[in-house]
């Protein structure tokens, strides 16, 4: 079975600067893809960023990119240029490429503070 | 487009009681979900269905609960009898299984509490 790991509950940063959230995830799969949603206190789950295994770019959305590393399976979310609108909590996400169940990490709760 | 519906938005409901939780997913979205958000365990997959059809239900947490997806339109989630433990927020989600790496497009979940 598919794991994802957040080892950090609880995250600040101070508003502009720039944070690093961790996931690490174990699979014996090679091919699959991997997620980070943001969920704001209105509970509503937005997708932040999408990866996909089998390339080695590492993806980017406007402030948000990933550190993928597929050897240490590991997949961090970077946010630049912090904003009080990215206080929320967010969860690290894994989908097998042969099957469209998505299983989440235990989320990081990120603040921003002014 | 209106995303995925849930109904109701909030739930509270007595110990024994049944509860039923309905979802629309996206027009054209051939596969739905059913997740479970506790401070305790997280977001937790319970079920999830393609082409109507349940394809993993290991999540479910007990006999008391059972999900139907009568169309590609409708989705339930009944929990009976109701208990305490129950409470949680519940999510529903779809997506469009023919492009395996689409992901989940959420709704904005029940909150359900059970008195």
């Known amino acids: 079975a598919q794991t994802v790991t957040q080892s950090q509950p609880e995250m600040s940063v101070q508003e502009a600067e720039t944070v690093t959230l961790s996931c690490t995830y174990d699979t014996s799969e090679n091919n699959y893809y991997l997620f980070w949603y943001k969920q704001p206190p209105s509970r509503q789950m937005i997708l932040v960023i999408r990866?996909?295994?089998?390339?080695?770019q590492n993806a980017t959305e406007n402030r948000f990119s990933v550190n993928f590393q597929k050897a240490a399976k590991s997949f961090s979310l970077k946010i630049s240029d912090s904003q009080l609108g990215d206080t929320a909590m967010y969860f690290c996400?894994?989908?097998?490429?042969?099957?469209?169940?998505?299983?989440f990490g235990a989320g990081t709760r990120l603040t921003v503070k002014p | 487009d209106a995303g995925v519906i849930q109904s109701p938005r909030h739930e509270v409901t007595e110990m024994g009681q049944e509860v039923t939780l309905r979802c629309k997913p996206i027009?054209?979205?051939?596969?739905l979900f059913w997740y479970r958000q506790t401070m305790m365990r997280g977001l937790e997959l319970l079920i999830y269905f393609n082409n109507n059809v349940p394809i993993d239900d290991s999540g479910m947490p007990e006999d008391r609960f059972s999900a139907k997806m009568p169309n590609a339109s409708f989705s339930t989630l009944k929990i009976q009898p109701s208990e305490p433990r129950d409470s949680a927020v519940y999510f529903c989600?779809?997506?469009?299984?023919?492009?395996?790496?689409?992901?989940?497009?959420f709704g904005n979940g029940t909150r359900l509490t059970v008195t």
């Open positions: 990866q996909e295994a089998y390339k080695q």
């Open positions: 996400a894994f989908m097998r490429s042969n099957n469209n169940d998505m299983r």
């Open positions: 027009s054209g979205h051939n596969s």
């Open positions: 989600a779809s997506s469009f299984r023919a492009g395996l790496k689409s992901p989940l497009h």
